[in-house]
């Protein structure tokens, strides 16, 4: 979400709101040195730059035309009550800022402008904004490692990820997450669900694509009895499911276009229409919804409804694939290996070296699902307490043999041998004959192969098909 540098620290940002020109001008010039200075003239204006960007402080002037000041406040409040406001007026009366304090400001200026206060309390506002965000942070931190959270990895991307996460959560405003397949997306919405307010509200999936659309409408919005033929009670759809909760509309960008109008009508009006009913159903919902396409794109070629793009994508949780954070593979590694060995009863203390460099260097198109099978796999075959490159599938051996490839041709070869042939049996469900045909050899060749190579079948558990 925020395009921040991750070199060195960004300015904090300061939005000033004031209806006078030179007011604004004035504070622009003050303060743009230390900070990232924007402007707004009026209230409705200030809005869609909070809405739309990070912004750390808002000088915000309490009289403007339109909205109010203390109306502004409390809706920049509303979109995220980590912004700090500091008020802005002519004249100090107690009961103003009484109000504004309740209402959430940090502070309170009068015009014309102390400029040694004006920066102190800027400074102060911007500090604590900023103090707030690394204990935010660091509580997401402290879920994980008291294992409330299941999300592991430690790159740059997940560290932003959760800082994300830990924001939005608080807030109710809709997220969608994009990422490739086996990225972890569902994941990174329910880690949404579970650090906000409605965490003890139920988390409601629908899987946009895994639904035939003929069913969808009335399992996203529910139905009236008699509404089709089969309908024979009034069924409740997901989001009165989710009310008080979160909806995650899973690969959204699946959903078809008449059902693409409903939701968007869902989300503006807060409102659902059961199948078959003649009145409104208020939902209060917090909608995370996911999509491994770009919607963007899809949204260019008429697939996917601008406008409602537009209401899903208020803040991105963008997953890179696991090939661009490499420093996750090892902890993964770890995490699935303490998963399996504990699932399976088989201990199963690590990985060989070579094991382990062959799933770093590996490319994964499936990504952490991918990963998560392959270990899932190694360790149902595995007969030692290790993982080594034979218990790993023939893609990962065989798919980058330049660079560093370990080991002597001999040992590479033969582990081409194992794989190569352990996929021929699985293949034929380890019908010898019929393997030792496809791979050209006499039986008796081939069984001898099998007992020097220590092939076994693997266990029925051991496969697992993607979902
Ligand atoms: N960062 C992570 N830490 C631990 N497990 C992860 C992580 N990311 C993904 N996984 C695991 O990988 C598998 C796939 O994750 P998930 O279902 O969230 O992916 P997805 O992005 O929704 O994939 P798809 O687009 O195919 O639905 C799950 O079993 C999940 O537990
Ligand atoms: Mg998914």
Redesign the pocket.
């Known amino acids: 979400m925020s395009p921040e540098p991750t070199d060195g620290s960004p300015r904090p940002v300061v939005l000033v709101v004031d209806d006078e020109d030179a007011v604004r001008a004035t504070l622009r010039e003050y303060l743009r040195d230390a900070y990232e200075v924007l402007e707004a003239p009026d209230g409705p204006s200030a809005l869609q730059v909070v809405e739309s960007r990070p912004v750390d402080l808002v000088l915000l002037d309490i009289r403007l035309p339109g909205m109010e000041g203390l109306e502004v406040l409390q809706r920049v409040k509303a979109l995220d009550d980590a912004v700090e406001v500091v008020l802005v007026t002519a004249v100090k009366t107690v009961r103003t800022a009484v109000e504004a304090m309740k209402l959430g400001a940090y502070d309170y200026l009068t015009k014309p402008f102390d400029f040694e206060e004006l920066g102190a309390v800027v400074r102060r506002a911007v500090e604590r904004r900023a103090l707030e965000r690394e204990v935010l942070y660091l509580r997401g931190e402290l879920a994980r490692r008291h294992g409330f959270e299941?999300?592991?990895?430690q790159s740059g991307a997940?560290a932003k990820i959760y800082e994300v996460i830990a924001h939005v959560a608080r807030t109710p405003v809709t997220v969608l997450?994009t990422?490739?397949?086996?990225?972890?997306?569902?994941?990174?919405?329910r880690a949404v669900h579970r650090h906000g307010p409605r965490r003890e509200r139920p988390f409601v999936a629908v899987n946009c694509a895994a639904i035939p659309a003929e069913l969808l409408e009335s399992e996203l919005f529910g139905h009236e009895r008699g509404a089709f033929t089969g309908a024979y009670a009034r069924k409740p759809g997901k989001f009165e499911l989710a009310h008080g909760g979160t909806l995650f509309l899973?690969?959204v960008g699946a959903l078809r276009m008449d059902l693409q109008a409903k939701l968007l009508r869902a989300l503006q009006e807060r409102e659902i229409e059961r199948v078959g009913g003649t009145h409104g159903v208020k939902v209060d919902v917090r909608i995370v919804a996911?999509t491994?396409l770009d919607l963007r794109r899809v949204v260019a070629e008429g697939g996917f409804r601008e406008d409602l793009f537009y209401r899903l994508n208020v803040v991105t949780i963008h997953?890179p694939p696991l090939r661009e954070r490499r420093s996750?593979i090892p902890l993964?590694v770890r995490?699935?290996l303490a998963k399996y060995s504990r699932e399976f009863g088989k201990p199963v203390r690590g990985l060989t070296k070579p094991a382990l460099a062959t799933l770093e260097r590996y490319d994964w198109p499936g990504?952490?699902?991918e990963?998560?099978n392959v270990i899932e796999r190694a360790v149902a075959l595995t007969d030692g307490g290790v993982i080594s490159p034979k218990d790993l599938p023939l893609d990962l051996l065989v798919g980058r043999q330049g660079g560093g490839a370990a080991g002597t041709l001999r040992a590479a070869r033969r582990q081409f041998e194992q794989q190569f042939i352990l996929r021929a049996l699985e293949r034929t469900d380890w019908n010898q004959t019929q393997t030792a045909r496809v791979l050209g050899l006499h039986r008796n060749t081939l069984q001898a192969k099998i007992a020097l190579l220590g092939l076994r079948r693997e266990g029925p558990r051991s496969r697992r098909g993607?979902?």
Do not use: C, Q, W, Y
């Open positions: 299941d999300l592991v990895g997940m997450v990422g490739a397949s086996g990225t972890g997306k569902e994941l990174i919405a899973d690969e996911a491994n997953v996750d993964l995490h699935f990504n952490v699902r990963l998560e993607p979902g």
